[in-house]
């Protein structure tokens, strides 16, 4: 079996690569889809010395076009999930001081994750972020309906930007 097998590999890789790249068109996820096909040959003991060259070569082109599209709908599902996270990395950016609804943008998801961050903030800094950031209040709201100075509030939205900022450094590198 593996003489008749390598027989088959050698003769058809280059163009069962070319029809792999011509459905994903990325060289390196063909060759990956090429190999599997070959390994699924052997792995399903397909005796390719009872099959005919063109049997051959229509197992090896439907094993080919099915992994092809496999890959390529993970590759999509993949790439939606990295966009979808670069979006909401966007939207948290808690380094721009002077923006009271960045987290508006931030899915449940995400936002849940901030607000388990908040949490563990100090209390003089939780419920005025809080409120700055997922009520939506200006400091100039907050300030009043806490019975503060508007001074004191806009200090404290900064520095617990601040804090909440490197508590969510690490949000994202997974």
Do not use: W
Not at 137 to 166: D, Y
């Amino acid at each position: 079996m593996t003489d008749g097998f390598e027989k088959v590999y050698l003769n058809n890789l280059e163009r069962l690569k070319r029809t792999a790249i011509l459905i994903l068109k990325n060289p390196e996820d063909a060759e990956d889809v090429v190999q599997k096909a070959f390994l699924n040959m052997l792995k399903n003991s397909v005796n390719v010395e009872t099959l005919s060259e063109d049997e051959q070569l229509m197992y090896l082109y439907t094993s080919i076009r099915n992994i092809s599209y496999d890959t390529y709908r993970s590759h999509r599902i993949e790439t939606e999930k990295t966009e979808k996270l670069v979006k909401n990395t966007d939207a948290l950016n808690v380094v721009r001081e002077d923006d009271s609804t960045y987290l508006t943008a931030v899915d449940e998801v995400y936002s849940d994750l901030v607000k388990d961050r908040l949490e563990s903030l100090e209390d003089l800094y939780r419920e005025i972020l809080y409120l700055n950031i997922f009520e939506g209040l200006t400091s100039n709201q907050i300030a009043k309906k806490l019975n503060l100075s508007n001074e004191l509030v806009k200090k404290r939205i900064q520095r617990g930007k601040k804090k909440l900022r490197k508590l969510c450094d690490n949000l994202f590198d997974r």
